[in-house]
């Protein structure tokens, strides 16, 4: 059974820096590209990030392009997401998800997401 | 960056009836990369649709996908008690994913 868990999230200060952790199971992780997607309270789904299934490519949405950082590790079947010079507008439910193959393929699983409050 | 503006906003119907709803891109796209989402409260998205008309595993086929080029539409045959939901649509080709804000499916 393919499991995505989240976890790190929680309460940092505007300009602050926090890391995610979406640990994989179930499925052999070096073979599918993975996603962050965000969800504000209240609001739509919102992509944030991808990466290949080698690690070697990564893409980011321009709301945080230069301040985000996604990661993957082989070795632990993790996936990552650094996070830093964070916004209020940052603050949202973050999900990690399992494309179906590559990176031009769909969502096909989801963690059940982790909260990042941005709040002094 | 494609645009995708979803409607109505809201689609308030009763169980058993037929739902209809679109999803227009800012520009023409491969269908192949049109994939449609259901979320309900507190809980994932989850895959309905991939390839503009595929169904993912495990859906019912009371829901289906079409569309091409800039306009496709996610069609419920029938609606069941637990179809009652917000259903996005998202682009995912071109290193570059977007979603749609969504259609909330109400109970009327």
């Known amino acids: 059974e393919v499991q995505l868990v989240e976890s790190g999230g929680g309460l940092v200060q505007p300009g602050g820096s926090l890391r995610l952790s979406c640990a994989a199971s179930?499925?052999?992780?070096?073979?599918?590209?993975m996603h962050w997607v965000r969800q504000a309270p209240g609001k739509g789904l919102e992509y944030v990030s991808a990466i290949s299934s080698n690690g070697g490519s990564t893409y980011y949405a321009n709301s945080v392009k230069g301040r985000f950082t996604i990661s993957r590790d082989k070795s632990k079947n993790t996936l990552y997401l650094q996070m830093g010079s964070l916004r209020s507008e940052d603050m949202a439910v973050y999900y990690c998800a399992r494309a179906q193959g590559g990176t031009g393929t769909a969502n096909e699983y989801w963690g059940q997401g982790t909260l990042v409050t941005v709040s002094s | 960056e494609i645009v995708l503006t979803q409607s109505p906003g809201t689609l308030s119907l009763s169980p058993g009836e037929r739902a209809t709803l679109s999803c227009r891109a800012s520009q023409f796209f491969n269908s192949d990369y049109l994939a449609w989402y259901q979320q309900k409260p507190g809980q994932a998205p989850r895959l309905l649709i991939y390839g503009a008309s595929t169904r993912a595993t495990g859906i019912p086929d009371r829901f289906s996908g079409s569309g091409s080029g800039t306009d496709f539409t996610l069609t419920i045959s029938r609606l069941e008690p637990e179809d009652f939901a917000v259903y996005y649509c998202q682009q995912y080709g071109y290193s570059a994913w977007t979603f749609g804000q969504g259609t909330m499916v109400e109970i009327k």
């Open positions: 179930g499925f052999t992780f070096s073979s599918y590209a």
